[in-house]
């Protein structure tokens, strides 16, 4: 299993840090797709339903935080940015922080690219 350390930018480390716990995360393996928020959100996603993963501009405006989105999309973000998209068929049940169904998961890792 190979973890992948959101990034965080200055407002993220004096708001969300402090009240999380841990830092947020993305561990792949086993099969899934596994994004840790603390307890503002987390996602299971099974790589089997993944379609499609490119990278997706994260505005300053978007916030930070677990987003919500148009288009069954949530987002994992601890700072405006580049972040990975999933595209998935059909819906995964994550919280955000409340249960909800997403189509797309944008995750914040600190590395797009790996």
Sequence with gaps: MSRHDLRIGRPGRL?????????????????????????????????????????????????????????GLVAYMARSGVGAMLELEGTCRVRAPLPWSARRILIGVEDVEG
């Design 15 to 71: 708001f969300i840090l402090p009240i999380l716990w841990t830092r947020p995360h993305a561990e792949v393996g086993d099969g899934f797709v596994r994004v840790r928020f603390g307890w503002l959100g987390r996602a299971d996603v099974p790589v089997a339903s993944i379609v499609a993963a490119r990278s997706f501009p994260w505005p300053w405006w978007g916030g930070i935080g677990v987003r919500l989105g148009g288009g």
